[in-house]
């Protein structure tokens, strides 16, 4: 029985189709996973340096639990999950500093960025035997 893209294609739906959405459902767990592990540090932080209510720390408890579960949801191998990981989590990392700290990055935060997203596109997307 297959199962993911060779059901899809043996279906009649072309093979570049299928190649996007699975890029795209890659893609939106990773930042999901990022958002996550984010919320979970960003309050504790707040907490610690912003004088934020202590209950803070119970919503940061839950957002590391479903960052950690989110993890497990990735179906590459550990290792190279958290290597292509470092790269997405730079980029939403980034746009965090924007949209909460209101903080525009620089060019050369986004130039970093973007090398960190080709690096995350190679480990992840480069052909593999088997």
Known sequence: ???????AYAAGLPLIGIRMVVIA???ALYIATALAEII?????????KKSAPA???LPAALSLTVFAWLLTLHPQAAG?????YGGV??????????????IRPSLWDVAGSAVTLAGMA???FAP???
């Open 55 to 57: 209950w803070c720390l």
């Open 40 to 48: 979970g540090c960003y309050l504790p932080y707040l907490w610690l």
């Open 89 to 102: 989590y730079v980029a939403v990392a980034l746009g965090w500093l924007w949209a909460v700290d209101g």
């Open 1 to 7: 029985m297959r199962h993911g893209p060779a059901r």
């Open 80 to 84: 190279r999950v958290y290597a292509a």
């Open 25 to 27: 459902k890659t893609l």
């Open 128 to 130: 593999r035997p088997g």
């Open 122 to 124: 190679i480990i992840l």
